[in-house]
Nanobody, 126 residues
Framework: QVQLVESGGGLVQAGDSLRLSCAAS????????MGWFRRTPGKEREFVAS???????YYAESVKGRFTISRENAKNTVYLQMNSLKPEDTAVYYCGRDSIAYGSLSRRSETDFDSWGQGTQVTVSS
């Protein structure tokens, strides 16, 4: 069973940047789409970005142009570079691994992903 550990969250001001990391152990990520999701209190986990096994990416409209997802398969790690942060980006951010290998980018539902990490808190003050 692969284990994912997110890191890099913190408290920043609006307009600042953060880089989140998701490191995997106990399994490989190279054949899987990886996704970043976020959750705020009282809401369901929402899709943020995903990167396919071949490097293709997809973003939620709310973060397009500000966030960049990338992966480094040799390090079994996925990143989320977040620029121009806004207060509405405040959430706990999670990474997840697609439950099937070589899945398509249309797989963006929370239920398509498994092996969730514990999450990392991002707080953006205005």
């Amino acid at each position: 069973q692969v284990q994912l550990v997110e890191s890099g969250g913190g408290l920043v001001q609006a307009g600042d940047s953060l880089r989140l990391s998701c490191a995997a152990s106990g399994g490989t990520l190279s054949s899987r789409t990886m996704g970043w999701f976020r959750r705020t209190p009282g809401k369901e986990r929402e899709f943020v970005a995903s990167i396919k096994w071949n490097g293709n990416t997809y973003y939620a409209e709310s973060v397009k142009g500000r966030f960049t997802i990338s992966r480094e398969n040799a390090k079994n790690t996925v990143y989320l570079q977040m620029n121009s942060l806004k207060p509405e980006d405040t959430a706990v951010y999670y990474c997840g691994r697609d439950s099937i290998a070589y899945g398509s980018l249309s797989r963006r539902s929370e239920t398509d992903f498994d092996s969730w990490g514990q999450g990392t808190q991002v707080t953006v003050s205005s």
